[in-house]
């Protein structure tokens, strides 16, 4: 039976759950989905498929597992359920930057704590302009304690404002995800306003679709018989079915001889699509995660920056020591991880919570332009993220 093919109803956004570990992110996912299907616009995912490790492909060529799609009644959304361990936190990063606004889950039992404080931060870095904060587990602070969810509320708003986010007027909506899961009406209907208040804060951001097509890919799988398949999110331009496209990294131009979003054919790709791309005749092994497909000789790959670093404190999750001229940490520049020499200029020192100009050296050639966000990790912690300012 042929699939049915994508059509484009409603503006498209992506989104994703954040925050600290064990606070209820993929159980609120799962519940969204529930909540939706209720309504009969998404498919419910079960908790326990929405972890799940990407491996499938038998399918189609299906997106990321950690994707999951839906719609309000003004909106089709891809949504991404991040994991809050802090070894995940690369996965954050990539997926963070191609997200148009953020649920930041915190749970009123526990408030604030270092994965919260860290994800805002990078949010921040990775360009993420809107956080819609879900207080979780509300249900289980309900009675005397319903003050302890009052300062949670506070310091919540607190750290969005210390990182640029207005906290005043950002929406904070207490649900638990638990509950709705459970078909408790009380807390479906806080599931309701929680996505209508992402409905309404989170801006349809402006997509650039005359822009050369570029995609920074997320993850390759293969199709028996049929080839190799990218997926990611386009951050810019269009791509119809049968168009040429070179893979930076690999090195290879070929065309498209297939797009889908969520298993669903498309006979085209815009800004802002997640999508899988079939490609013809490249080898398996030729692409990776951090290469780029873009229109053919849109864009040059260069390995030397200037950019403005912020150093995260100690207090940050950061270092509590200095870096100097030769330091060589990992950049992770839109889906791609690489090593990349510093250079300092005239300063001796940048210290934890200074910001500085660099000169950065990258060990290979990716696709640079002036205002790229990126963050510098050590270690497997982040401890610095920065703005390119020009390519050299
Ligand atoms: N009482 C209550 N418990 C909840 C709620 N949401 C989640 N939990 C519980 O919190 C625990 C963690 O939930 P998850 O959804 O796995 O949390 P997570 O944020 O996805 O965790 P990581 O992916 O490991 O970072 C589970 O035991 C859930 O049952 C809620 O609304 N109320
Ligand atoms: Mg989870």
Do not use: C
């Amino acid at each position: 039976m042929p699939k049915t093919a994508y059509v484009r109803t409603k503006p498209h956004l992506n989104i994703g759950t954040m925050g600290h570990v064990d606070h209820g992110k993929t159980t609120l996912t799962a519940a969204i989905t529930k909540v939706l299907a209720g309504r009969g616009t998404g498919t419910f995912v079960p908790f326990d498929r929405i972890d799940r490790a990407p491996e499938e492909a038998a399918r189609g060529i299906t997106i990321n597992i950690a994707h999951v799609e839906y719609e309000t009644d003004t909106r089709h959304y891809a949504h991404v359920d991040m994991p809050g361990h802090a070894d995940y936190v690369k996965n954050m990063v990539t997926g963070a930057a191609q997200l148009d606004g953020a649920i930041l889950v915190v749970s009123a039992l526990d408030g604030i704590m270092p994965q919260t404080a860290e994800h805002v931060l990078l949010a921040r870095q990775v360009g993420v302009d809107h956080i819609v904060v879900a207080l979780n587990k509300a249900d289980a602070v309900d009675g005397e304690d319903s003050e302890l969810i009052d300062l949670v509320e506070l310091e919540v708003r607190d750290l969005l404002t210390e990182h640029g986010y207005g906290g005043d007027s950002a929406p904070v909506v207490r649900v638990s995800g638990l509950r709705a899961l459970a078909g408790d009406p009380r807390w479906t209907a806080s599931i309701d306003a929680l996505l209508d208040a992402v409905d309404t804060y989170v801006p349809m951001p402006e997509r650039y679709l005359d822009a050369p097509f570029l995609l920074p890919v997320e993850n390759v799988l293969t199709i028996t018989g049929r080839g190799t398949v990218v997926t990611g999110a386009v951050e810019r331009g269009t791509l119809r079915l049968g168009d040429r496209v070179e893979v930076l990294g690999a090195g290879a131009e070929t065309v498209v001889t297939g797009i889908e979003t969520f298993g669903k054919p498309m006979e085209e790709a815009q800004a802002g699509d997640n999508v899988a791309l079939l490609l013809r005749g490249v080898p398996r092994d030729a692409v990776r995660r951090g290469h780029v497909v873009v229109a053919p000789g849109s864009v040059a790959p260069s390995r030397r920056f200037t950019a403005r670093v912020y150093v995260l404190s100690g207090r940050e999750g950061g270092r509590t020591t200095p870096v100097s001229t030769g330091y060589r940490p990992q950049f992770y520049i839109r889906t791609a991880d690489v090593v990349g020499d510093v250079d300092l200029g005239g300063i001796a020192l940048a210290r934890p919570g200074d910001t500085v100009a660099v000169t950065v050296e990258l060990g290979r050639e990716v696709p640079l332009e002036p205002g790229l966000g990126f963050a510098v990790r050590e270690g497997g912690r982040t401890v610095a993220a920065g703005t390119v300012t020009a390519v050299l």
